[in-house]
């Protein structure tokens, strides 16, 4: 077998040009490749969700890039707050979750951090479950976003989203990896403290 150092491509080394630079991405190039890279270095936070009674917590919002809604798990950027640019991801979770949903949690934990698009963007996206669940306002995101929250049980997840998608939603594949976690912790349903 190889060394690592013998299985890279040219372009690993080649330096560095960014072609554009925003507020959130930059366009970078490294050899032949073209990709992204989120000016917030600690990436993005999905959470996985789970009442007491069950049931999954899904957000629907518009999306600018694809035009088209979306059903997503809430997420958002770690460290995308003026004065919280060193939050860490389990944070951030428990921030966007409340702001998106409307639902606070006793207890956050992280499950898992990889790639969202390896081929395309430098983003690591992690993902968190989020526990002892309890209601404590409308949810709606921030003052940009209109967000619609849509509590779903568990075992009609599945369904529930692809009937979403015969109707025109894009649903984020990335889901579906959190329907499978959620499935690796079903029986640690907890009740609201």
Known sequence: ??????????????????????????????????????NN?????IIVALTADDKLLFVEQYRVAIQQYTI????????DLAGHTDENALRAAERELEEETGYRCGRIEFIHRG?????????????????????????????SENIVVHEVPRDDA????LARAAEGYSIDPKLF?????????????????
């Open 41 to 45: 270095r600690g990436g993005a936070v």
């Open 72 to 79: 997503e798990m809430p997420a958002g950027l770690v460290g």
């Open 115 to 143: 790639p969202s698009s390896a081929g395309m963007s430098t983003e690591m996206i992690t993902f968190a479950r989020a526990l002892d669940l309890h209601k404590v306002g409308p949810g709606g995101g921030d003052d």
């Open 177 to 193: 990896a959190g329907l499978w976690f959620s499935a690796q912790f079903r029986n640690e349903v907890r009740d609201a403290p």
């Open 1 to 38: 077998m190889k060394k690592d150092s013998d299985r890279l491509p040219a372009d690993a080394d080649a330096p560095v040009e960014t072609l554009y630079e925003g507020r959130w991405l930059s366009l970078r190039k490294r050899g032949r490749w073209e990709y992204a890279e989120r």
């Open 158 to 161: 599945g369904h529930w989203l």
